[in-house]
């Protein structure tokens, strides 16, 4: 019975998180008429926009894999920048020898009355992830606490590293609260070819 509960609260937040993203694809279409002036408290200053260099379409590998980190293989992706410059968007199809992996959706959006980026990861195999943003070492690192079992609680901390190449996602895990770190992942995404 617990179990079940566990999976309706699962099944509330899906939903929840895939309203909020039917929302923001509906007011992204609406025809909105040309303002004269910008507000005051704009996107155009936003803390996203020191992501914009993820903004293309992309191809990404994994590698470095823990046991812990999950599965992941290749990744084709588009990642806009989306309601004036307020949030990217990126749309990650991912797969491993040829069979789909997953397909998700991922939202950055900076939210001023924390003065923080929040990260929101949703994916057809039911995952639904949020990380708080802090700004430390001259970029933006995403937290989340990552639940196992009764024994297992660790803090998951995603990072975007521009390059010549494109950028790299660097995913470390941790066991003891912070004290030490533990590479779970490294994706590094290129320009895509047409």
């Not at 992204?28 to 996107?43: G, L, T, Y």
């Not at 802090?134 to 606490?145: K, N, T």
């Not at 975007?160 to 490294?186: C, H, M």
Request: a negative charge; proline letters at 3%.
């Amino acid at each position: 019975m617990e179990e079940k509960g566990q999976m309706n609260k699962v099944w509330w937040r899906y939903l929840l998180v895939v309203v909020f993203l039917s929302e923001i694809m509906a007011a992204q279409q609406a025809q909105v008429a040309p303002q004269a002036s910008i507000p005051v408290n704009s996107c155009l200053e936003s803390e996203v926009h020191r992501l914009d260099f993820l903004v293309g379409d992309w191809t990404s590998a994994t590698s470095d894999l823990t046991p812990d980190s999950g599965t992941h293989g290749n990744g084709v992706n588009h990642i806009k920048a989306s309601l004036g410059g307020c949030a990217l968007i990126q749309h990650r199809y991912e797969e491993k020898n040829g069979k789909k992996l997953f397909d998700s959706i991922v939202i950055w959006a900076f939210d001023a009355s924390t003065n923080r980026l929040r990260e929101f990861v949703i994916s057809d195999d039911l995952h639904a992830q949020v990380y708080e943003g802090i700004w430390e070492s001259d970029g933006w690192v995403f937290y989340r606490d990552r639940i196992g079992n009764a024994d297992q609680m660790w803090l998951l901390r995603v990072r975007y590293v521009q390059n010549p190449k494109g950028f790299t996602q660097i995913a470390e895990l941790t066991k003891d609260r912070g004290k030490t770190w533990t590479k779970a992942s490294s994706t590094d995404y290129v320009p895509r070819q047409r």
